[in-house]
C-alpha cells in the first residue's frame, strides 16, 4: 500500500473534532476534523469529514458528505469594510482590532429529514432544506430548496423533482421519519420499491401514522 496514503489517514486521524453547545441524537454520526457549533441534529443522521456546521438543526436520516459547510458566518457588505478588524467577533482575522461593532444576529439554517448533500456543498445561513432534498456536489445553496427537490450548480438551481407531486404530499403528511424504530423497520420493504407510485405507499401505510 502506499506509505504516503497511510500517512495521510493517520494525519487525517489526529485532527480532532469540536463540537460546541450543540445536541447530537447518540444514533447520528459526526465525522473526522469537523467544526460544529450550535447544532441540534436528529436521529440516525452523519456528516462525514472535515464540515462545519454552524447555528443550525439537522433532521432524521440525513446523509451529508465531506467538506460540506452548513450556516457559516457571514461579512457586512453593507458597510464599509468587510474586515473583522471592525468587528465584535473572536478568533477571526488579525488580533487588532480598530472597533467591536456588533454584527446582525446569524439566521439559523434548516435542514429537514431524509436530505441528501454531496460533497463540497455549502449552505447559506438562514436557508431552509426541505424533506427528502437532494443536493448536489460543490453546489453553492442561497435560496430555500423544497421537499424533494433536487437542487445543484453555482448558484444552486432546481434539475427535477424526485417522485410526483401527489407522493411528495403522501410522504409529508406520513413523516415516516418521525415513527418508532418497530413500526419503520414494519414497513421496511416500501424503501426497496423504485419510484413509488401513490399506491405502493398507501399500501404500506393506509391511514396517516
Known amino acids: 500500500m502506499n506509505l504516503s496514503y497511510l ?37 440516525y443522521s452523519y456528516f462525514g469529514d472535515c464540515c462545519q456546521i454552524v447555528n443550525a438543526e439537522i433532521g432524521a436520516f440525513c446523509s451529508i458528505s465531506d467538506h460540506v459547510f452548513i450556516g457559516g458566518a457571514e461579512h457586512p457588505m ?4 468587510t474586515s473583522p478588524v471592525f468587528q465584535n467577533v473572536r478568533h477571526s482575522g488579525p488580533s487588532k482590532r480598530f472597533a467591536k461593532f456588533d454584527l446582525p ?25 426541505g424533506d427528502g432534498a437532494v443536493v448536489g456536489s460543490n453546489a453553492l445553496v442561497t435560496k430555500d430548496v423544497p421537499p424533494y427537490a433536487v437542487v445543484g450548480g453555482v448558484p444552486a438551481k ?17 413523516q415516516w421519519w418521525n415513527l418508532p424504530d418497530e413500526k419503520i423497520s414494519g414497513v421496511v420493504d416500501l424503501f426497496h420499491i423504485m419510484n413509488p407510485s401513490l399506491e405502493d405507499i398507501n399500501r404500506y401505510f393506509p391511514e396517516i401514522p
Not at 453593507?78 to 469594510?81: E, T
Open 7 to 43: 500517512y495521510g489517514k493517520l494525519i487525517k486521524k489526529l485532527h480532532g473534532t469540536c463540537v460546541i453547545n450543540s445536541c447530537i441524537d447518540n444514533t447520528s454520526v459526526i465525522g473526522r476534523s469537523c467544526n460544529v457549533v450550535n447544532l441540534a441534529m436528529d436521529k
Open 78 to 81: 453593507v458597510w464599509v469594510s
Open 105 to 129: 444576529k446569524s439566521k439559523k439554517t434548516i435542514i429537514g429529514n431524509d436530505v441528501w448533500i454531496g460533497h463540497g456543498v455549502t449552505i447559506k445561513q438562514g436557508v431552509v432544506v
Open 158 to 174: 432546481l434539475i427535477k423533482y424526485r417522485f410526483p407531486q401527489e407522493v411528495i404530499d403522501r410522504l409529508e403528511e406520513i
